[in-house]
């Protein structure tokens, strides 16, 4: 008991000896440690407290009720704008409502709620944003154009901003053509600085493509020709040749700006954008200098597969590739490999991929790492109308059906960047692929022969098969042409009186009826005079009676009869057994093929 009273004892004498040091009426010193020449610290007495009394009744009482009413201000408008923002979101709510008549005054009560600094503060936050985006969908023309003029000079600022972004989306959506070109117009001085930001370089790229005019394009380009560009415009500039036409000792600095920008664009890795496609095709045309432009092929190469979704970007791509030595072309091929269905069935992407088969010279290659990966997804890349093109360049080439002439023309280009033979590297990769292609008409027939399109596409195939592959494809084939559930899909346009609209409709034919299917199969039957296994033979080997009747009937199915007679004069005989069992139903048809199949048959 005494050893613990005496602790307690001793521990209260400490804490009441702190106490009394803390609180001593004693004037205390703050210590300065200040170095003499000598180098030793000496003590220097700092303020007293009678100093510090001094200095506290000198206070600038003014300065400092000034400070709190400010903060009271401030303080105020914020409860002021909190107050707002809850009785807009109430009116947003109504706004939203699908069942909400009275959109147009809904609006017109917003609009009158925050309009002024508000509305830029509103539409910057992250709760807000979404109430301007609905005002501008909802609101009248003209309150609309009001609307659009108060956002107007923030709209550089909105553009970069992850909420106000989808505002200015909207402002391009809904408004007038007027409000849509000073929006582009606002931009002007800031287009490179859009493009090289992750928010914004998507709404530059939506301006360019679809609302901006070719004007306001040029002048979008011109920006990234130097700063010169920046706040002046000059109508006589329309691509990047016209810069330095007049004064030659300016390409050097204009190339080299437009280089620093693409690279600056291509570290960021936002080169999906129609601007800089155009950009980067300019400057491949005009860069001369070697090292320079092996540079930003080397930058550009990686990043072709985000390049091939405009027309620009495809022939900057081309150029990337034929301009490439053949350890980087590999590279390429390898890039777009994950890529390949995608760039197979898109508009601008199959042409490069068509570059690619006409200009490289190791045909294996070609097979293992563009085929292979295509063949796997035939069937989505045949149904497409752009997919088609590719798989009819593995097997047929340079066929006008399909691609046009100028297109061929430009894809010729690339030969001279190739050292093997163009139809003996065509050669190889049809001897390497044509036993696949046919294998997949093998597995899926009908949809080789789904409707018009697909028949001039099959035929153009088949021309070019050789031996056993043409022959089982071919059986396939004529099964499905010779059945009687052999249908395809016709689309044709009907107007509508009332509206004045026409609309497409699309129904079922037999495939026999059909105008397109007819020009296929007449495209097929007419190579039999060079083949080992005709066509026409095994189509007469698959006709059933009921098929044959049919045929009789139809003037396009005597059409067929005619075309297997007149490119296979051996086949008389089996057609007249065809046609004798229903001769009287051939008797009763006034058809000119009807007409033409007698005198042919000798009926």
């Known amino acids: 008991m005494t050893s613990n ?68 201000l401030k303080r105020k408008q914020q409860k002021q704008s909190s107050e707002t923002s809850s009785e807009a979101k109430k009116i947003y709510e109504k706004l939203k409502c699908k069942k909400s008549e009275n959109k147009t005054d809904l609006v017109c009560k917003l609009y009158n709620l925050v309009c002024g600094d508000v509305l830029r503060k509103f539409v910057m936050a992250h709760d807000t944003a979404r109430i301007i985006q609905c005002m501008l969908k909802f609101a009248s023309p003209t309150l609309r154009e009001n609307i659009s003029s108060e956002l107007m000079p923030i709209s550089v600022d909105m553009a970069t901003s992850k909420y106000a972004s989808f505002c200015v989306l909207r402002m391009f959506k ?94 960021k890795n936002l080169v999906d954008n129609s601007i800089i496609h155009s950009i980067l095709m300019e400057y491949l045309k005009e860069i001369e200098d070697v090292e320079k432009k092996e540079d930003i092929i080397s930058i550009y190469g990686p990043l072709i597969p985000h390049l091939l979704t405009t027309k620009d970007g495809c022939i900057a791509s081309m150029d990337c590739f034929y301009h490439s030595p053949a ?46 990966p295509i063949y796997t997804n035939i069937q989505e890349i045949v149904g497409d109308k752009w997919g088609r093109r590719v798989i009819e360049w593995f097997i047929a080439p340079a066929e006008k059906d399909f691609i046009h002439p100028h297109m061929l023309k430009i894809l010729d280009e690339g030969l001279k960047f190739g050292k093997k033979d163009k139809l003996l590297r065509r050669k190889e990769i049809q001897e390497q692929v044509e036993g696949p292609i046919s294998d997949s008409i093998v597995v899926n027939p009908k949809l080789y022969l789904r409707d018009g399109h697909m028949g001039l596409f099959t035929a153009s195939i088949l021309n ?28 044709e346009q009907s107007k509508n009186n009332k509206k004045d609209e026409k609309t497409v409709e699309s129904k079922l034919v037999p495939g ?20 080992s296994h005709s066509f026409g033979n095994i189509l007469i080997d698959q006709l059933n009676p009921v098929e044959a009747s049919k045929w009789i009937k139809s003037n396009r199915g005597c059409f067929v009869l005619i075309n297997i007679l007149q490119n296979n004069k051996h086949l008389l005989n089996a057609i007249k057994d065809v046609v004798e069992e229903h001769i009287d139903f051939l008797n009763k048809e006034t058809t000119t093929g009807s007409k033409i199949l007698k005198e042919n048959l000798n009926l």
């Open 5 to 72: 009273s005496t602790e307690t004892k001793s521990k209260k004498i400490k804490l009441s000896d702190d106490f009394v040091k803390h609180n001593s009426t004693k004037p205390t010193f703050e210590i300065k440690k200040k170095t003499n020449k000598n180098g030793k610290f000496k003590k220097v007495e700092k303020t007293s407290f009678s100093k510090q009394k001094q200095d506290f009744e000198k206070t600038d009482w003014k300065l400092f009720k000034d400070q709190k009413k400010n903060l009271r």
């Open 174 to 267: 809904y408004g007038s053509p007027k409000t849509k070109q000073n929006l582009i117009e606002s931009f002007y001085g800031n287009i490179v600085k859009l493009a090289s930001h992750n928010i914004s370089h998507k709404i530059l790229d939506h301006a360019y493509l679809f609302v901006a005019t070719e004007n306001q394009k040029a002048f979008m380009r011109q920006e990234f020709y130097g700063d010169l560009y920046k706040n002046a415009k000059d109508m006589k500039v329309r691509t990047l040749v016209d810069c330095y036409k007049e004064t030659e000792q300016m390409k050097t600095a204009i190339l080299s700006s437009v280089k620093s920008n693409l690279e600056h664009i291509a570290n």
């Open 327 to 372: 350890k980087n072309r590999r590279a390429i091929v390898k890039v777009i490999k994950d890529h390949l269905t995608k760039i197979c069935i898109h508009e601008h992407g199959h042409i490069f991929l068509i570059a690619v088969l006409n200009s490289m010279d190791d045909t294996k290659a070609i097979k293992k790492s563009l085929f292979d």
């Open 464 to 491: 070019k098969l050789s031996g056993e592959y043409f022959k089982k494809a071919a059986i396939e084939l004529s099964k499905v042409i010779c059945s009687e559930e052999w249908t395809v899909e016709v689309h």
């Open 512 to 531: 026999i009826e059909d105008a397109g299917m007819h020009m296929a199969l007449k495209k097929i039957l007419k190579k039999d005079i060079d083949r």
